[in-house]
């Protein structure tokens, strides 16, 4: 399998509205990419449900924990990549699980813990290239904290 390319967008949810966190793989935004496969699953809902993670909604360690599965929510071995469209991460989180295995970051085991019967085994996995990924991340941590 070829690694991907990852990069963080952080951007204001709207003119006069907080930062959200929205990953992108290959330059496509993941809620893009979410949204593709569930509507092509047959899910509902489906399409626009998901939204980028707000850090100032959420009480959070770094971007760094964050983004390599070392952060604790409560919500078992599994990490928020998405939070709903509205930015709470307990209405509608997209979950993944983010292992570091040497030179590689992936995230696989994809759910909807509000809809535990779907079928996330064809979305994914996704390899990223440890040192680009870990930069990424960095950048993204510099630019959280500057705001």
């Known amino acids: ?3 991907h390319a990852i990069r963080f967008e952080y951007r204001r949810r709207g ?3 907080a ?3 929205v990953p992108a793989i290959d330059g496509t935004a993941l809620t893009t990419l979410i949204d593709r496969f569930e509507l092509a699953a047959g899910m509902h809902p489906a399409g626009g449900a998901y939204g980028g993670l707000v850090p100032s909604f959420f009480r959070h360690d770094s971007m760094n924990d964050l983004f ?3 952060s604790d929510f409560g919500l078992g071995v599994d990490t928020p990549l998405l939070a709903c469209d509205c930015g709470d991460v307990g209405c509608w989180p997209l979950m993944a699980r983010i292992t570091l295995a040497g030179d590689l970051v992936i995230w696989s085991h994809f759910r909807q813990p509000h809809r535990p019967t779907r079928d996330y085994s064809s979305f994914g996995p996704f ?3 440890r040192e680009q990924y870990d ?3 960095d950048d993204l941590g510099v630019a959280v904290e500057a705001s």
């Open 1 to 3: 399998m070829a690694n």
């Open 19 to 21: 930062f959200e966190v």
């Open 127 to 129: 390899m990223f290239d």
């Open 68 to 70: 390599h599965g070392t």
């Open 15 to 17: 003119p006069d509205d």
């Open 135 to 137: 930069a990424a991340v």
